[in-house]
């Protein structure tokens, strides 16, 4: 499957040449004019951001931090005007990979973008010992869940599963994963028990269950844990 890259930029000039640069080296390319529109996109499933620093909505820098703060995982490539070294810090500083400036050689742009594709995909996530989002603190090494400072009771599949979930955020998880990680394959257990458990954790979890922001259903596939 071709990388799916989201193209960043307010100008319609720029964003033609390089979303046809892209385009024609065999990536699936989606543009945004507005970084706000993009923030709003993050859960689509894109293996890397190209992003403009001088966009509407939210800046590139801010866009950047706040992807970086909901736990997007894939390359973020920096392309703009913007030359001075205090910017190019800031946008490293703030979680860009890597930073181009225009006007930019098209072989050296693809150069870039290839090399944080094999990076990202070579690199798998660190599983972690404790993880936060939305008021939950879960510590795995101890075994416990707390949501808005209160203990929350979770059984151990609902641990397991929920650990399974986050040591695979941002990524699709299907059913058969999840049999097999935390289920390992028992006999009698179904896709259907995935399912139920799924629904148990956002009982307990999820601020409005029945409208998860977290623990994400995509259709058809599985299950996708979002920061």
């Not at 910017?87 to 703030?94: A, I, K, M, N």
């Not at 972690?128 to 400072?149: C, I, K, L, P, Y």
């Amino acid at each position: 499957m071709s990388p799916r890259i989201l193209l960043v930029e307010d100008e319609p000039a720029v964003r033609m040449v390089v979303a046809d640069l892209l385009r024609d080296s065999g990536y699936v390319v989606e543009e945004s004019p507005d970084g706000l529109v993009a923030l709003e996109r993050l859960p689509e499933g894109f293996d890397l951001l190209v992003v403009d620093v001088m966009i509407p909505g939210v800046g590139g820098f801010e866009l950047c931090h706040r992807l970086r703060e909901r736990g997007f995982d894939g390359a973020i490539l920096m392309l703009t005007a913007r030359t001075r070294l205090e910017d190019r810090v800031e946008g490293l500083q703030t979680g860009a990979d890597d930073y181009v400036t225009k006007p930019f050689e098209p072989p050296e742009l693809l150069a870039r973008i290839a090399a944080l594709l094999r990076r990202i995909r070579r690199g798998t996530l660190t599983p972690v010992m404790t993880f936060e989002f939305g008021g939950v603190r879960a510590d795995f090494s101890r075994g416990e869940v707390t949501r808005g400072g209160v203990r929350v009771n979770l059984a151990a599949k609902e641990l397991q599963l929920l650990r399974f979930l986050v040591d695979h955020r941002g990524q699709v998880v299907t059913r058969e994963q999840l049999l097999r990680g935390v289920w390992s394959q028992q006999p009698y257990i179904t896709p259907r028990t995935v399912d139920t458990h799924v629904a148990w954790l956002r009982q307990k979890l999820e601020p409005t269950p029945q409208t998860p922001r977290h623990i994400l259903t995509v259709r058809g596939e599985g299950y996708r844990f979002e920061r």
